[in-house]
């Protein structure tokens, strides 16, 4: 479970996210969704502790994430951040490898590497593993990205807005392979989407967000109601049962 108490980031008197209290449980896909600007990144990044809180404790499976040790703390759990800023003259497996980090302190063992073979059969990046990342298409480089970070094996994933510059179809690729990683692999996934018909099918639980507050919380089908996404995105929503599931018409 990832727990988040009174956690509050402040950027001036008037904007700051939070104070927050949220607990997400463990298993499954939870979307983070809601207008620009309103936290979900922030929020992110800060149960990654990639940023700073202000005030508040957040703590992933049990560790506190202010104070538990680095190299504890990559153990348990991986973070994607959408800006990556990898040399491109790595190859895809060079990459992968490098979410094995945390395990090998770079001397990679046969088990790092049978994990890494995994990581990248998973993704379906056999035949891409001696490319180079700039060889690559934007869809093919945010698969190795994914593949990193399940290499690194770790109960709690964090991706933020992976399907950022993804066409459709590899978008849909995309949430098969992570809802597969949830189910199969049994991690615990959280993840910021713009879509939220992508959350609405993929997810097990959303956490909307505005104005750096949680305002709803709940499954899809809590979720998906056209009063809640028409407040919280400040446009009016009809939700229809399509022939998937519920789909947000907003267009």
Known sequence: MITLSTVL??????????PVDLEIPPGGITAMVGPNGAGKSTLLTMIGRLMG?????ITVGGLDVSNTPSKELAKKMSILRQENHFITRLTVRQLVGFGRYPHSQGRLTVDDERRISEAIDFLNLGDLETR??????GGQRQRAYVAMVLAQDTEYVLLDEPLNNLDMQHSVQMMKHLKRAAVELGRTIVIVLHDINFAGHYADHICALKH???V???TPQEIMAPDT???????????????????ACYY
């Open 132 to 137: 180079y990342l700039d060889e690559l298409s």
């Open 216 to 218: 709803a919380f709940g």
């Open 9 to 18: 980031r402040r950027y001036t008197s008037d904007v700051a996210i939070g």
């Open 53 to 57: 809180m202000d005030a508040g404790t």
């Open 229 to 247: 996404l028409s407040s919280i995105f400040n446009t009016p929503i009809d939700v229809i049962d399509g022939p998937r599931g519920l789909l």
């Open 212 to 214: 750096g507050e949680i």
